[in-house]
């Protein structure tokens, strides 16, 4: 299966595969995907696939590793916890792992989810990397750990 058919295969089962995903995200409870409504997190969920559509056509990671980056900042800035967001990720990547063994030929199926997964896993890699940079610049309260050590002086 080459690049392109795997994009014909996508863009054939979109409807399929984003509602799974979106189902799947449901099942989740989510806290914040809850609070911005079904249709909301479809629109999510279809923006992501679009960009997951482009990077396969184009052949070039940077469209899903910019777009990661950006929803990182959106979603720290929300309050999002990064592992809600990956899991969004994780919905839609599932969903179409789920439709591609469905529907696709042995031959095909393995070039597929390794092209989907490619591009997914570099949209992942980038969100972390973006949120937990976000994260390191927010300054928390220390921890005073010492009231672990209570009762242990002079031991």
């Known amino acids: 299966m080459t690049p392109q058919t795997t994009v014909e295969f996508l863009a054939r089962e979109r409807g399929r595969i984003v509602e799974a995903a979106n189902a799947a995200l449901r099942r989740a409870h989510a806290q914040h995907y809850e609070a911005a409504g079904e249709p909301e997190v479809r629109l ?70 390794g092209l989907v997964s490619t591009v997914l896993g570099a949209g992942k890699d980038a969100l972390a990397r973006r949120y937990v940079s976000l ?9 005073d750990l010492r009231a672990l050590f209570t009762g242990t002086e002079g031991r």
């Open 44 to 113: 999510r969920l279809d923006a992501l696939f679009d960009q997951l559509l482009q990077v396969l056509t184009d052949r070039d990671l940077a469209g899903i590793v910019s777009r990661a980056e950006l929803v990182a900042e959106e979603r720290f800035d929300a309050g999002y916890d990064l592992s809600e967001v990956q899991t969004a990720f994780n919905a839609l990547e599932e969903a179409i792992w789920a439709r591609a063994i469905e529907v696709l030929d042995p031959a095909g199926l393995a070039e597929a989810l």
């Open 135 to 143: 994260a390191t610049r927010t300054h928390a309260p220390s921890l």
